[in-house]
C-alpha cells in the first residue's frame, strides 16, 4: 500500500523564520511528487517535483526531491502570517486500472505568528 | 489550470438522508476524482471517474454509499447516501492538469454536516 508520511505535524513560528516541512514516502510506480497549501477547503497547488536533485522555486518557497532516499523538503523562507496553513505532500503513482493517482500525507500545519 | 466550481459549497444535513454534490469544470478532462477529508484528517481518494465507464473506487468506498455519475467531459456528480454524522466531512472534486501538466487541480470543496 502506497504511504505518505510529513513531519513535524505542526510548528508553530514567529514570522521571518525560515521552516523545512519533510515528507518521505513508500510507493509502488512513483510518478511525481506534488506539494499543496490548503487554507480553508480546497488545496492550492504549490510544486511538482519529478526528478531528483532539481530545486523547484517560488518566491519564498522551494523545494527538492530526493529519488534515492524517497523524500522531499518544502523550504519557507522570511515567513510571514499568511503563510499560516496546512501543507500537504502527495504523491503520484500508476496504476493499472485508474491511471493515476495521489496519496496524501497528513499534512504539517504551520502556525505563523506575528 | 482548470477552473473547478462545486454546488453546494456547504450544507447540513439530517441522518439517512442523501446529498448529491456538483462538480464543473470549465474545460473538457479525462479525469475527475472525488476526495474526502474528515475533519482533522488529510485528503483520501473515494473514486476516479471516467466519462463514459464506471467510476473505480478504492478501498473502503463502495458504489453504493457514493454512487458517482460522469455525464460528459466537464461535469460529475457524487451522492453521499443514506448518511450518517460520521459522513461529516469536505468532499472536494479534482481534475487532471491539461496540456502536459501532470498535476491535480481542485475544485473548492463541499463542507457536508450530518446531524
Known amino acids: 500500500e502506497d504511504k505518505v508520511v510529513q513531519s513535524p505535524l505542526s510548528l508553530v513560528v514567529h514570522e521571518g523564520d525560515t521552516v523545512t516541512l519533510n515528507c518521505s514516502y513508500e510507493?509502488?510506480?512513483?510518478?511525481?511528487l506534488l506539494w499543496y497549501k490548503q487554507e480553508k477547503k480546497a488545496p492550492t497547488f504549490l510544486f511538482m517535483l519529478?526528478?531528483?536533485?532539481i530545486e523547484k522555486k517560488s518566491g519564498r518557497l522551494s523545494s527538492i526531491l530526493d529519488k534515492k532516499e524517497l523524500f522531499s523538503i518544502l523550504n519557507i523562507t522570511a515567513t510571514q502570517t499568511g503563510d499560516s496553513a496546512v501543507y500537504l505532500c502527495?504523491?503520484?503513482?500508476?496504476?493499472?486500472?485508474?491511471?493515476?493517482?495521489?496519496?496524501f500525507g497528513e499534512g504539517t500545519q504551520l502556525t505563523v505568528n506575528p | 489550470s482548470a477552473v473547478i466550481s462545486q454546488k453546494p459549497s456547504r450544507d447540513i444535513c439530517q441522518r439517512g438522508t442523501s446529498l448529491t454534490i456538483q462538480c464543473q469544470v470549465d474545460?473538457?478532462?479525462?479525469?475527475m476524482f472525488w476526495y474526502r477529508q474528515q475533519p482533522g484528517q488529510s485528503l483520501t481518494l473515494i473514486a476516479t471517474?471516467?466519462?463514459?465507464?464506471?467510476?473505480?473506487?478504492e478501498s473502503g468506498f463502495v458504489i453504493d454509499k457514493f454512487p458517482i455519475s460522469r455525464p460528459n467531459l466537464t461535469f460529475s456528480t457524487l451522492t453521499v447516501s443514506n448518511m450518517s454524522p460520521e459522513d461529516s466531512s469536505i468532499y472536494l472534486c479534482?481534475?487532471?492538469?491539461?496540456?502536459?501538466?501532470?498535476?491535480?487541480?481542485f475544485g473548492p470543496g463541499t463542507r457536508l454536516t450530518v446531524l
Open positions: 479534482s481534475v487532471d492538469g491539461q496540456g502536459g501538466s501532470d498535476t491535480q487541480y
Open positions: 510507493v509502488t510506480n512513483f510518478r511525481s
Open positions: 519529478t526528478s531528483s536533485g
Open positions: 502527495a504523491v503520484e503513482a500508476l496504476k493499472e486500472t485508474s491511471g493515476s493517482r495521489l496519496t
Open positions: 474545460s473538457q478532462v479525462t479525469m
Open positions: 471517474a471516467n466519462q463514459g465507464s464506471e467510476a473505480t473506487y
